[in-house]
């Protein structure tokens, strides 16, 4: 517990304390009350990156659960070569960011590219996919699903597997369609580990950072700068503005709070966590 | 039989242009004396068994191999230990930052943007005497100059000179001469044609940086801050607006490689790989991008002059070298900058990585690089006919890097069509106004 | 079974081994997973085989599948430049003593959290699921004062302990703690077993398959830090893979086939551990439940 004190709690209280100062160094600090949060909602690119987040969690949160429901509950069903499906699944989950921004900045290049290589010989043209900004959002909220659609699937698939398979096999003696046993036995019955996941992909999608700020700098021209970067472009990169980085820090928190809170307790409700 | 008479006349006009620039700059072409700075035997014994962190960061491999051996000699020489740690250039200022932030300060590092330190530099001139910056090229140590107090917080340690370098045997196959003197209008014509003859992905290809771009403002005569802090950009707003579209338009058209520079955000980013690709024949950087080129061009590649419009020569920049006031042993801190800054250390490291002098000594004496000569005094040249306005930002020097950068954003933003050129350079105008405005509060 | 019924349709496939052909609904599941699988192999296939081209053929157009000629020297190059064996020791080493201090730890307050009840239980239960959220850049400069002020800057100890804290990892054990019946630990206690002794002989042996996830959590996140690492490792001797990666990629002139065969050297030993222990980690995750 002294560990987290001194580690989570006392660094993030003192992050708050900080969000009240005004400091270009990190050394001298000069009380501004609540001037940086002010700067912050007043500032335009505030408002440009809250509706890039925006953007991004919704997108990012609603494709990677619906996507990582339909796996684990095909690859559930799989015979053939499941464990195969599994281990390739969890793979991009394993590869440190900086590697991710590497490895899409290589597919995606718009001219050496091999995935306009691809489009290019069907006659798709060679989209700018890093520097159009609704095509540069459209790569990162790909990106994020790709790498943690595998962590999700496998939750789900273990919440699959704890299913019992004599209710799945006596509902299909009665009749049920596949589409019925998935819509009223399955999902039901996996809404406790969905909420998990989307307790999980919410979080992940508000932190999303470095794999981003690798493969696009936060371009083309600012569209896929997330709340993230935008604290650390202020609290590192020159002018340091720390107090006002740490504001931002300070909303972000309480942000996902809000939104985890709702889940958590909509969860509960239904006696899910 | 061009390459060689092209050297001679270099060889020839060199010595007057060098002597000319130093008196456009008005430099001090005595040597300043240095004798009292070998350590004392007092000294030598107290600094025995100490330990001082260099923090450091490379352009090329040679660099470091360089700097490394010269920690071995100093080693030897004081008996004090000194800690290399090696910093990714893209996290160089946000680590210090931390760092210094912790109480936890390095003694002495390798910076390119010094101004920011200020307040925690150690003044040099108390432990290397008030005649120690005129050792050093004058219109090198503004940036190390603090403005208010005049104290001498760093030395310039490569004065970095910005120039175009293309791809000899691309300029061959197309059966374009190698430049001796052009202008931007026959520089594009110019690598258009061989671009095409060649079949290359992109014409022309500059890093993605406001302080590159500001060579091409400072030869269509357009400058952003002068030596007394003032803001001279709207005096010349219709040739930095001319200048700025006849970059980004090569972008927009794809004549550049626009998707290395839009794609990578906010980020730096060099097109080095590109022209070592050969994908492009003319590559705009600078001379610290020599040694790489130098172990990894599969090509012949030579260094020609700065486009001439209205003025010629490059546009200076620089690396540096700060001691911090932090440091529990500050005369062996100010002693190891001293030697790492020193004639033999210098020259050493100038001739090994293609840097470019900021001593008095080494300018005058003349450099005779081992390899690349012909390439380097095409940047002591340009280094000659920069024109005295170029030298004016450095008069901010905490404001230098973030004008560049804001610049550099702007830039994206017209090669993205978000905004016209006019538009930026009134918008960097205003921006320019409001952080100087700051720096009188 | 719904598939059964499915299989009298006209498709009439039959397998070269003569076993019973794959219904309509086996080849639609194959068929799709498999394209799904190649979305997420092919572009980290693609980056290995770009690891192995010059730079010509990094940058040739339209691009070359397979190198012209395979450029190992953008391995030796690496090899060269940088210490792999010293990083490769530094990340296993950071890892493993991290890795066993967060088990440690964090099963202990999982355990506090899931079975006894104190003043503040749920107040600090919902304090730990909020620093999950909280993102490390906001407080990394306040959590590198107290790291320096203890003294643990560019040393092994700095790069662990502060990692060792993850609220991720007392979530997870304490969701599956709450599994544990607590008539076990009662019948314990009224047999005189001491606090010690009921979780290490009853808690943490029930808690295997959580303590495994956590486990392979911790070694990911460990392995693949750098930005932390960074800023603690001043001193090479310190650097982990990922450091060095980072590092290398900032260096703005490091050729970039060469920045290509680094990060696939240091997706190597994770790729190794992923082919060998996939089926452990995966029927860890499955048997926690995550309920």
Known sequence: MAIFLTFIIWPALRGIYISFFDSTDGRTFTFVGTANYKAIIGDPTAIEVAKATATYVVFYVLIATTLAMFFAIVVNEQKFAKGFFRAVLFLPVMLSPVVVGLIWNDVLDRKVGPLNALLEAVGGGSPGWLIEPKLGMIAVIFVGVWVHLGFYSIILLAGLQGIDRSLLEAASMDGATRGQIIRLIILPLLKPTTLVIIILATIHGFQSFDFIYTLTGGGPFGATTLIVQYIYDHAFQVPIQYGLGSAAGVILFMVIFAFTALNFLLGRKRDAI | MKMQSLRSKIAIGLSVVLSAGLVATGLPSAHADTSGLQPTSAQLSAWKGKEITYYFYNDSQAELDITKAQIADFQKLTGATVKLDVIPFTSLDTQLQARIAAGNAPDVARLNNPGLYQSVSLNLETYLGRKYVEEFLKGSTFQVTDPKTKKLIGVPYDLSMNGPIINVDQFKKAGVAIPTSWNWTQLIAAAKKVQAANGTEYAFAMDKSGHRFSTVLSQFNSYMVDKNQRNVLPQSKTRAIKALKLITDLYKADSAPKDLWIGSGTKYASPVAVFVGQQVPVFFSGNFNLATLDSTAKFNFQVVPNPKELNGGGWPGGKFLTAFNTSKTPDLSAYFLHYLADKAQMEQMDKGAFWLPTRNDLVGSGMKYPKRAADMDVYLADTASTPAAAYGIQSVPTLTGLIYNYLRDLMTDVMGGKITAAQAIDKQIAWIDEKLATLKK | ???LKLSSSKQKWTSASGKRPPTRAEILRTTFLTVMMLIILAPVVWFVLSSFKDITDLSSRPPKILPTHWAFENYTEAFKMYNYKQYFMNSVFITSVATVLTLVINSMAAYAFSKYNFRGRDGLFVMTLAMIMIPLQVILIPIYLVVSSLGLVNTYWGMIIPAAATPTGVFILRQYMLTIPDELIESARIDGAGEFRIFARIVLPLARPALAVVAIFSILWRWNDFIWPLLIAQDEKLYTLPVALALLNGQLVVPYNIVLAMSVMSIIPVLFMFVFMQRQIIQGIAQTGLK
């Open chain 3, 1 to 3: 079974m719904r598939s």
